[in-house]
């Protein structure tokens, strides 16, 4: 593919701004010369709010642009609701556009370097771009091989469905297609790990769907902690009271291998269970960083 040039870029997001804009209520009124350019990469919860709130306090003196390589944002936390089935993956969709009324260029593009030197980032589709300041919020990524057998072939069918998306589709639909009986196992990793209750959440939303659809399905949690790491007292009465002899919940149970043909699971725990659809994701950590000073991306970003 031909990389088109900054310029031309910047034009056609430019004009994509302008024939978005609602009557310009909420555009900062844009200085003849902006006082310098912020790059915003990554345009999740961090990246997205920096950027809006780059240009509202500049009042419009400071030129944005955010580098995103999706299309639309999607909700991580509201993700397990699709899975309970109340929500659809178009209730937890934003578009950028929302942004762009604010006057932040959106590139939908991947950042792949950083010159510090220079002050310039590169990007996969288009040419290089110069900063004064930037932002780096590409959040954290997983560490596929804490486990065993967790390997790209065994990842198609064990979707871990903790970037809300595509994943988060296949998950509900292996879960539709799961028959009543079934047991679905959901790993949890050792502490830290991006949003301790959300393990916890998801398996209280698919037993809230096996409640009305699989009554006869199970929600095996393998915890690789020693108990609930989030609001544990709060959890364990969920469970009690409202999914008794759904959930099943075993402490001290890292994943440490898993066979996607058998579908078993091999936890530190000597009980190897058997499972017909579950949840393995790797172990992941928390790595945003959200800073005005550049700092170069790791090599997991
Ligand atoms: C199931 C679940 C439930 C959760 N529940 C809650 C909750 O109830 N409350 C709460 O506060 N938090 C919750 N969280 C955590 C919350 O989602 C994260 O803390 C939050 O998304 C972090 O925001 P972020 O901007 O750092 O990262 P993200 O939202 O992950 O955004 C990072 C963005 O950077 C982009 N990106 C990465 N690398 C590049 C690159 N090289 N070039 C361009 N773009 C790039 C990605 O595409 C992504 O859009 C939950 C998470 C999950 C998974």
Same mark, same amino acid.
């Given at each position: 593919?031909?990389r #088109?040039t900054r310029?031309d870029f910047? *034009?056609i997001?430019?004009?994509?701004?302008?024939?978005?804009?609602?009557g310009?209520?909420?555009?900062?009124?844009?200085?003849?010369?902006?006082?310098?350019r912020?790059?915003?990469?990554?345009?999740?919860?961090?990246?997205?709010?920096?950027?809006?709130?780059?240009?509202m306090?500049?009042?419009?003196?400071?030129e944005?642009?955010? =580098?995103e390589?999706? !299309?639309e +944002?999607?909700?991580?936390?509201?993700?397990?609701?699709?899975?309970?089935?109340t929500r659809?993956?178009?209730?937890?969709?934003?578009?950028?556009?929302?942004l762009?009324d604010?006057?932040?260029?959106v590139?939908?593009d991947?950042?792949?370097?950083?010159?510090?030197?220079?002050?310039?980032?590169s990007l *996969?589709? =288009?040419?290089?771009?110069?900063?004064?300041? #930037?932002?780096v919020?590409?959040a954290v990524?997983?560490?596929?091989?804490?486990?065993?057998g967790?390997?790209?072939e065994?990842?198609?069918t =064990?979707?871990?469905a903790?970037?809300?998306?595509?994943?988060?589709?296949?998950?509900?639909?292996q879960?539709?297609?799961?028959?009543d009986g079934?047991?679905y196992?959901?790993s949890?990793?050792?502490?830290p790990?991006?949003?301790?209750?959300?393990?916890?959440e998801?398996?209280?939303?698919?037993? +809230?769907y +096996?409640?009305?659809?699989?009554?006869?399905?199970?929600?095996?949690? #393998?915890?690789?902690n020693?108990?609930v790491?989030? *609001?544990?007292?709060?959890?364990?009465?969920?469970w009690?009271e409202?999914?008794k002899?759904m =959930?099943?919940?075993?402490?001290?149970?890292? !994943?440490?291998?898993v066979?996607?043909?058998a579908k078993?699971? *091999?936890t530190t725990?000597?009980?190897t269970p058997? +499972?017909?659809?579950?949840?393995?994701p790797?172990?992941?950590i928390?790595?945003?960083?959200?800073?005005?000073?550049?700092?170069?991306?790791?090599?997991?970003s």
């Open positions: 593919m031909s #088109l310029r910047l *034009k997001s430019g004009a994509a701004a302008t024939s978005l804009l609602p310009c209520m909420t555009q900062p009124s844009a200085p003849a010369k902006p006082i310098g912020v790059i915003v990469i990554g345009g999740g919860f961090g990246g997205a709010t920096a950027a809006k709130y780059l240009r306090w500049s009042e419009g003196a400071i944005v642009v955010l =580098i390589r999706n !299309a +944002f999607i909700s991580c936390p509201t993700s397990n609701l699709v899975l309970g089935g659809t993956m178009g209730d937890i969709t934003r578009s950028y556009a929302r762009r604010y006057g932040v260029q590139i939908r991947e950042a792949t370097a950083i010159d510090v030197e220079k002050k310039r980032v *996969k589709r =288009i040419e290089d771009l110069p900063y004064d300041r #930037l932002v919020s590409p990524d997983f560490m596929h091989d804490q486990i065993e967790y390997n790209p065994a990842q198609k =064990i979707v871990h903790w970037k809300a998306g595509p994943e988060t589709v296949a998950l509900r639909q879960l539709e297609a799961m028959p079934g047991v196992i959901l949890v990793p050792r502490a790990y991006r949003c301790p209750p959300g393990p916890y998801r398996a209280c939303q698919v037993a +809230f +096996f409640k009305q659809a699989k009554p006869r399905s199970k929600v095996i949690i #393998l915890d690789a020693e108990d790491v989030s *609001k544990p007292a709060l959890f364990k009465a969920a009690n409202l999914y002899g =959930i099943e919940y075993r402490g001290n149970s890292e !994943a440490k291998a066979d996607a043909r078993t699971v *091999k725990c000597s009980a058997r +499972f017909r659809r579950r949840r393995c790797s172990r992941a928390w790595r945003t960083t959200t800073a005005s000073s550049p700092q170069p991306r790791s090599s997991s």
